[in-house]
């Protein structure tokens, strides 16, 4: 039973290891800060989800998040932050509606469900066209090379760095058609590395995986792009406007620009995206290193383009992973269970997820291997 005793009075000390995929683990002083701002915010006597948008405290919270969030990515002048709502599934169609005219191509990688989901919202706005696709192999790989074929002249060229479901990353940005610009949906990885926003005419991330909370989008886009709008559009649709009113043309998910503005904070605190990434290679090794240990454990994605935040697996039987999933569980260990329609493993371990939680599960995949291999 959920009192309101036991979610918030009995606060628990020990928290669970929580690989779920999304929403995901947030950094524990980043919660810690933002239970105190909930209750008063800098001193004001107000909590930060009862501020006024139009009020100094936020413009403050506001200034914060974006001043941060443009020194963890080293984002140019050139380059607006944006912070929007609807998820990263709106950003599907608001990057069409918005930049695809009636009588042009965009191009999409389809390397996961996300990206396809992507892709099939472009048809609406103009014509979309597959320029590569891993779907024939499970989406186990991310094409490279001669498996990309590009349309004529695209508007852009959007892809998925991170296979959040599938377990795959791209390591560089793919070379595109001149003419055309890039569309990055980083949702799964955003500021788990370094991250050339030069190369990009918009990046945006779903919050939930490495950000902040759900529904809250962060949007960086090139700003001359915003100069030439491929169709009227409604006034939340467009981009243009968001950033003329500072993501403050109505009201803005406030709770959600402040979390994302702790947690840059945080990654600024941690020592920039290098550290950051150093430290993600390390995590993802350890459990990697115990897929490849031996025959037990088959890693779903091939080895050059395993993911650093998403790692899927599978075991000799359904059986047997179903016992993993339980065994975990009864260790501490939640959300261990693939993705609804692909089964098997899924360890995610985002920026705030702890190096303690990928030692604890590599030690348990290692014991439960000996006990059932
Ligand atoms: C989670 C995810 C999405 C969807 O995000 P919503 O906020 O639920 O719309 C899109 N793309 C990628 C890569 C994701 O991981």
């Not at 192999?137 to 590009?150: L, R, V």
Request: charged content about 25%; proline content about 5%; aromatic content about 10%.
């Amino acid at each position: 039973m959920t009192t309101m005793a036991s979610r918030g009075g009995a606060r628990k000390t020990e928290r669970v290891f929580n690989y779920s995929a999304g929403p995901g683990t947030l950094p524990e002083p980043v919660l810690r800060q933002a239970q105190n701002d909930l209750w008063d915010l800098f001193g004001t006597g107000i909590g930060i989800c009862e501020h006024s948008h139009r009020g100094p405290a936020f413009d403050r919270v506001t200034e914060e998040a974006e001043a941060d969030c443009r020194a963890v990515g080293s984002i140019p002048d050139n380059y607006k932050v944006l912070f929007l709502q609807g998820g990263a599934s709106t950003q599907f169609f608001m990057v069409p509606a918005n930049f695809l005219p009636q009588d042009r191509t965009a191009d999409y990688f389809v390397t996961g469900n996300w990206s396809k989901k992507a892709y099939k919202e472009a048809p609406l706005y103009g014509t979309a066209h597959v320029a590569a696709s891993s779907e024939e192999e499970q989406f186990s790989y991310i094409p490279k090379g001669n498996a990309i074929g590009y349309s004529d002249n695209p508007v852009y060229v959007h892809f998925a760095t991170n296979n959040t479901i599938f377990g795959t990353q791209m390591k560089d940005v793919p070379e595109i058609p001149d003419g055309a610009f890039r569309v990055g949906d980083t949702s799964s990885d955003m500021y788990s590395r370094p991250i050339d926003v030069t190369k990009y005419g918009l990046i945006y991330a779903g919050a939930q995986k490495n950000l902040g909370p759900s529904g809250t989008v962060l949007v960086i886009v090139r700003e001359d792009l915003l100069d030439k709008p491929a169709r009227e559009l409604p006034s939340m649709l467009r981009y243009a406007l968001h950033a003329e009113k500072g993501s403050r043309y109505n009201t803005p998910p406030a709770f959600g620009i402040y979390l994302m503005g702790q947690v840059f904070k945080w990654i600024l605190g941690e020592g920039g995206l290098e550290a950051v990434q150093e430290r993600n290679e390390r995590k993802a090794k350890l459990i990697y290193d115990q897929i490849d240990a031996g025959d037990f454990y088959r890693g779903t994605a091939r080895a050059e383009d395993r993911s650093l935040m998403n790692i899927t697996f599978r075991m000799p039987s359904e059986e047997i992973e179903k016992r993993f999933i339980s065994e975990a569980e009864k260790q501490g260990m939640d959300g261990l269970k693939g993705y609804r329609s692909v089964g098997g493993v899924r360890a995610s371990i985002y920026n705030a997820f702890p190096e303690a939680g990928c030692e604890a599960l590599a030690g348990f995949m290692k014991d439960f291997a000996q006990k059932n291999g």
